[in-house]
């Protein structure tokens, strides 16, 4: 199986199944001398655990544990890796119903790649979306050492099924961290509660959208042929899993606009260029422009919903009924949110690294404005 890696610079590994025993990941490329611990890691990780109120019922605890690339609590320039030991795995409903693949899920197409025999079942196995714990776990390192540059990167719900919480701020994505469905307001979260409940209620799921916000991007980021910046953030982003589209600036607006209407400013900003409206989301020609870089990325409704599906018998080719119980998010949106921003702050140092960025140790110095940053970073309320 190919493709478990990510990253040039900054390269990331992961590793695990769905109900194997443990899942984790590889970080290579990380300078020394970074200080690194489980706590900080936990208040990204929170944000995309499974066994809230609107989510699975899988209850992992999803306790980072760091097993190399650390000597007294920093980095030592070898490879960090860290696992999480997967606690909450029941398998019987996947041994019963190993024959009948999930519609919307990837079963049938990894039995046909892998082989029936070899396809590991049990919950999606590989290509079970408990593989994102690990790439959550790897962004917040990432996002650490982004902090030191200025960089800021945050996320929210911006669309649940046909209701649109418009284009937010900054500000607003980041306090979306405090609410469980991660939306912009306190106003927004109530009307997703009452969606939500409603979806379940008719055992139904909703699919929507992520906007992520890049803040402090060098202007000069990125390069202008086949490694252009936008195409490597559509690249991560849509390799997280139930992602169905990815929108850069005012992308699916400016596809249906004159260009009279995008017609965008330059002006100078206390002798900082940049853009009046930012249509593009911060990147011209591949190459970052300074300002903010926002995207947003798509995802489908959660497939496993709590009712009939049709499929096969792969066995005899007959078709047959499942039923999906027990374990289901009504929409996977307010989970992927983590996982996009994760990706955002991995995909970012990877090309800082690449421009030539994070090649010393990292002194106590920078250490402590970190750590002090990482507290602001986490207490930032909505305006
Ligand atoms: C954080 C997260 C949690 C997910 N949880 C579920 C889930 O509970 N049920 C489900 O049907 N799909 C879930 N998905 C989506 C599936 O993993 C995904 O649809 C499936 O692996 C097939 O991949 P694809 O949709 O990208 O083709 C989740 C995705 C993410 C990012």
Redesign the pocket.
């Known amino acids: 199986m190919a493709g478990n890696t990510y990253g040039s610079s900054f390269r990331i590994t992961t590793f695990g199944e769905s109900h194997g025993k443990v899942n984790g990941v590889v970080m290579d490329g990380l300078p020394s001398g970074l200080m690194v611990n489980e706590k900080e890691m936990s208040d990204d990780l929170i944000l995309?655990k499974?066994g809230k109120k609107y989510?699975?019922k899988r209850n992992e605890d999803d306790i980072p544990e760091i097993i190399s690339g650390i000597f007294n609590g920093k980095t030592t320039g070898a490879p960090l890796t860290i696992i999480f030991h997967n606690m909450d795995v029941e398998s019987s409903y996947y041994e019963r119903n190993r024959f009948f693949p999930r519609p919307?899920?990837?079963d049938l197409p990894a039995m046909i790649k892998y082989g029936y025999d070899n396809w590991d079942f049990r919950g999606?196995g590989r290509?079970?979306?408990r593989e994102?714990v690990s790439r959550v776990v790897a962004g917040s390192v990432a996002r650490k050492l982004l902090l030191l540059k200025g960089i800021v990167v945050a996320g929210c719900v911006s669309s649940l099924g046909d209701m649109e919480f418009g284009m937010v701020s900054l500000e607003d994505c980041l306090s979306s961290r405090r609410r469980e469905l991660r939306t912009p307001s306190d106003s927004y979260e109530k009307i997703a509660e009452g969606l939500l409940q409603k979806i379940i209620s008719e055992n139904d799921s909703v699919g929507g959208s992520v906007q992520i916000i890049v803040r402090g991007v060098p202007a000069g980021l990125g390069e202008p042929v086949f490694d252009k910046l936008k195409a490597n953030i559509a690249y991560a982003m849509l390799g997280?899993?139930?992602?169905?589209y990815f929108e850069m600036g005012d992308g699916l607006k400016q596809s249906r606009s004159r260009g009279s209407e995008m017609m965008d400013k330059i002006v100078n900003r206390d002798g900082k260029y940049s853009w009046v409206k930012n249509h593009s989301g911060g990147i011209l020609g591949g190459i970052a422009t300074g300002d903010d870089i926002f995207f947003r990325i798509g995802?489908?409704p959660?497939?496993?919903i709590p009712r009939v599906h049709d499929t096969v018998d792969i066995r005899s080719g007959s078709a047959v009924e499942i039923k999906i119980v027990g374990?289901?998010?009504p929409s996977?949106v307010p989970?992927?949110v983590?996982?996009a921003e994760s990706m955002a702050c991995i995909l970012i140092l990877d090309q800082l690294m690449l421009s030539g960025e994070f090649r010393k140790p990292i002194t106590d110095d920078e250490n402590r404005i970190m750590n002090e940053l990482w507290k602001t970073y986490q207490r930032v309320e909505s305006k």
Do not use: Q, Y
Not at 240 to 244: A, D, H, R, V
């Open positions: 995309r499974p989510s699975t919307g899920h990837a999606g290509l079970s979306a994102t997280i899993p139930g992602s169905t995802f489908k959660t497939s496993s374990r289901h998010d996977i989970r992927a983590a996982v």
